[in-house]
């Protein structure tokens, strides 16, 4: 059973204290950002998680894509929309990819760019890679305050363009080397959501990637389970520490393929869960869908949570799967 992240981890910024990071803060090109990633990083790898994320650093998963997206803009740590929504030219987060990956390789020579997540139907045994991640077209639709250009009651022609741009984002990670793209996508479980668009958009973004698309779906997912089985995703995501409720889900369900992100440790709470109750959650999972088809991560991001904190669920989740296996 592989172990991942859903996607952010804890994030300080960083002044420069050294006379080299003062220059080049001085010079415009000292990354604050940076060491927060680089511990981001080493501590997903010194807990032992087989399929890493860059800690998504850069502000919430909102800001990181809003803020660069031509057509949108962030103030107050709200997105807007007041334009057409067009590609870019370039990555919003190849570049920080890059940088994790090289992190990681320093640690562990397991990690890889050229490996295959899964081997038929079964992921690899002791995979190590990253995973790139995209905030999702509805929920970038659905967060966002439309001021022009587009009709505040017709949301889908939204949905859309974002689909065609992230598509964009998507191919540049998936060139980058990631083993597995996420799309994330908590609105989905809202009701807020017209979930044939969000389908539509999501095999926009699927179409022609060479690697596995995962879905990160957080809340309820009862009443859309059976939606969410139709989007054209290799692993559905969601959380089952938290929502408990959702496991019964997973009971005498055609999977149709995919495997299952099996959210077992709470992000919501810097209480850090015993092995036991971790493996409650996952042997349930593994009852009802096997083994062969779970991957075990936290319920959703981290961002909120002290380091220490994040560290210790991250552990004692690594630890619970070598335990069950």
């Not at 990690?111 to 139907?121: I, R, V």
Request: glycine share 8%; net charge negative.
């Amino acid at each position: 059973m592989l172990t991942t992240v859903v996607g952010s981890y804890p994030a300080k910024m960083q002044k420069p204290e050294s006379i080299k990071e003062k220059l080049r803060a001085t010079l415009g090109s000292y990354d604050s950002f940076q060491p927060a990633m680089e511990q981001a990083v080493k501590d997903q790898v010194n807990a032992g998680i087989d399929l890493i994320s860059d800690g998504q650093v850069r502000g919430n998963m909102l800001e990181i894509f809003a803020g660069s997206i031509p057509g949108m803009y962030v103030e107050d740590n709200k997105p807007f929309i007041n334009g057409k929504i067009t590609p870019l030219s370039h990555s919003i987060c190849v570049n920080d990819i890059k940088r994790a990956l090289a992190t990681a390789k320093k640690i562990s020579s397991k990690f890889k760019t050229d490996l295959t997540l899964f081997d038929g139907d079964v992921f690899q045994e002791n995979f190590k890679g990253i995973k790139g991640i995209i905030t999702g077209p509805t929920t970038l639709t659905l967060s966002s305050m439309i001021e022009g250009f587009y009709d505040k009651d017709k949301k889908e022609e939204v949905v859309i363009d974002l689909a065609w741009v992230l598509k964009k984002e998507a191919e540049y990670l998936d060139n980058a080397g990631v083993a597995v793209i996420q799309i994330d996508e908590p609105f989905l479980s809202t009701g807020m959501a017209d979930l044939k668009v969000a389908r539509k958009a999501v095999e926009i973004i699927s179409k022609n990637l060479t690697v596995p698309l995962a879905m990160h779906v957080c809340g309820d997912l009862n009443e859309i389970w059976g939606e969410l089985l139709r989007f054209k995703v290799d692993i559905l995501d969601g959380e089952f520490a938290g929502q408990s409720k959702n496991l019964q889900i997973l009971e005498n369900t055609n999977l149709r393929g995919k495997k299952i992100g099996l959210g077992c440790v709470d992000n919501k709470t810097d209480i850090v869960e015993s092995k036991e109750q971790v493996a409650e959650i996952l042997n349930k999972g593994i009852e009802s869908v096997g083994k062969d088809n779970i991957i075990a991560d936290p319920d959703c991001g981290m961002r909120m949570r002290t380091r220490e904190a994040a560290f210790s669920k991250l552990k004692v989740m690594v630890e619970t799967v070598k335990w069950l296996s």
